[in-house]
């Protein structure tokens, strides 16, 4: 195996400015390939969920709740039963010895309170959209049509929405155990030394509002057996966890279950989740004998789909006079929803280790509430808690460099880890392991116009003009590529984190590559073949990348966290070792001589000194034909690996925003954004700045957008794509991105995750531009998303 790079090779490079590598035009790491999967993917010739038809295949249909939170008095189907083409109609109680409780798999502490989660309500919802029948017809629209046939009697209760009033004495209860899911606390240092006496203190409250995820395809499942096995195709980021998850909820075992995710339209942690919709597909194809298909409507996913965000967070911040940072403290209330979904509780805590950012600092706290409201419940989106955190780090900078009038590029000088430092402890305990703060900084700040854009601002107030010009910072980090199963077990999260990866090695000389990640736009396919070519000296045309399937992929645990490169392609490249290993005994024994007496380069063996060689690929043949294998040698060279990293990656990198905004309407336009970035070496260029321009997008609709919006009563009012603003290419403006390289330490291609970087560093940079532009009239900070009323409203 490539041996991992040392730690001193790596600072030798940090101090050369975290400069990029030179592409070798040989190698295919590096190069910006056209993704291979795209051809039919934009054209549609490709299986989607919704797209897969069986023999006899009936369609599914949710009667879904109007209300908050009610008793259910009653469910009459007996009328929806006489509509055309009505197969079948069930009521949660029908199915409630059966469906189980929707599994929860991060307990975060002893004490956590974790409800039964029935997929279909029974006694009470709680939550607008939650499921309390269904149907199951001969046509999608037959179904749907017999939902108003079925007559819910409902007992109407309190909402519950604030989650400070929720935690009172006098708040209805969301569940009998009260509305306190859980509180977790985390410290370093002295905290009270830090505040005692400290020139400056900092203490803000910001809001991380309710975002709907939208990825482009809507979930769909569709479940069928042959009365002894099942199978079920999911638009889901997880099979392989899905299929342990559906065999411990429904009692199927887990050896006559297979999960296929085929091409699956985005993610964004949205389609990491145990549903209740799989699970009641595979009851009813169980029940019945016949295929099902349930695919949502898109106001039925912005009612369904788990949500993102929503956190209230407290974050105080004490300094020197001169800006130095002596400590942090944070708390937050994090709204959990009605129940506990696969890592909701877990969200909060990711970010727990991140609000720190990249700053020095002498004491840390962290205390963390979870609450029961009646909302749909929160999960991860793209993300997951690490954007909550840098936008909370990232603004309260911001409000101490305001304070003791300094630039905020210079507060953040002050504090942040120097390159010559790293690896670094922090004082949230998590190892940086490489990064290069300055050299990011330095080539944003001259791709920006920094000076010359400070001036215009500068200009700008002093003549009165009415567009104000603001610009924000974020410098970033950011702890991903999810894996140390370790570490996620010492945070009681209920599984690992290693990724799987075979490399098949096929008579013709081409290659099969099966991974156990599980892409939704990310490129795989692409990378995969990459790494595999520069490797085992395969044309790149000549691999196949598989996935998504537990029957053919066997074992993996799935992709999110910006997980897949880091630990996913890391097996795969594990894999391809282990195949020249095998090889090199084979070519050993044809060509007559010791197996240290070969060199391994361009796809083929070579003995040293002689012109005497053979490819990978016709040992390939020769190891198939099986005519003359040394003794103890299969007749393969085929090779699996599993990863699991010791650490997490650790991408970093300083995002600028140049923002006007109009002082008379309150209406705030990007004039120029630049993205520096470091996710370490790059395995291909272009799939990188796609995934930063993506982020980037999710980013800036928070900070502009976007908002999940629940009146008085707790009911949604934002479940189509006309009341939920989702900003379109006319909404955004064009990117300056380019990136600096510290390879990480942590895995043998020095790579780092880029997945979700441009989501976290978006938020602050956008916000405080419009804070920043918005100072001279008193403003210190507006609620997200920044809408021209709120502008408005905050100036006046």
Known sequence: MTEELDAGVVAQQIAESGQLSEPDSTREVGRARRRKEDARLLAGRTTWTDNIQLPGLLHVAFKRSPMAHARIVGVDVSAARDMPGVVAVFSGQDVADEQGSLPCAWP?????VIPDHPPMAVREVRYPGEAVACVVATDRYLAA???DAIDVDYEPLPPVLDMAEALTEASPKVHESGNRAFTWTFAQGDIDAAFRDAPVLIDRTYVQQRLIPTAMEPRAVVATTDGESFTLWSSTQIPHVLRVMLALTTGIPEHRLRVVAPDVGGGFGSKLQVTAEEVLCLLLTRRLGKPVKWTE???EGNLTVHHGRDQVQHIALAAEADGRVRGVKVELLADMGAYLMLVTPGVPLLGAFMFNGIYKMDAYSFDCTGVFTTKMPTDA???AGRPEATYAIERVMDELAAELN????????RNWIRHEEFPYTTIAGLTYDSGNYEAATEKALSLFGYDKLRAEQSDRRDRGDPVQLGIGVSTYTEMCGLAPSRVLGSLSYGA???????????????VEVVTGTSPHG???????????????????DDIAVVHG???????GMDTYGSRSLVVGGMAVLQACEKVKEKARRLAAHTLECSPDDLEFSQGAFKVKGTESSKTIQELALAAFAAHDLPEGVEPRLDADATFDPENFSFPHGTHLCAIEVDTETGMARIRKYVAVDDVGHVINPLIVEGQVHGGLAQGIAQALYEEAVHDAEGNLLTTTMADYLIPTAADLPDFVTDRTESPATSNPLGVKGVGEAGTIASTPAVVNAVVDALRPHGVHDIQMPCTPERIWRAIR
């Open 108 to 112: 975060v502490t002893e004490d956590i």
């Open 145 to 147: 049509d017999a939902l």
């Open 297 to 299: 409507s898109r106001s």
């Open 381 to 383: 989106y793209r993300g």
């Open 406 to 413: 300094l630039d905020p590029i210079e507060v953040r000088r």
């Open 496 to 510: 690992g984190g290693w990724e799987h990866g075979s490399v098949r090695m096929l008579p013709t000389g081409k």
């Open 522 to 540: 990310q490129g795989h396919e692409t990378a995969w073949s990459q790494i595999v070519a520069d490797s085992l000296g395969v044309p790149f």
């Open 549 to 555: 399937d537990t029957a053919i992929s066997h074992k």
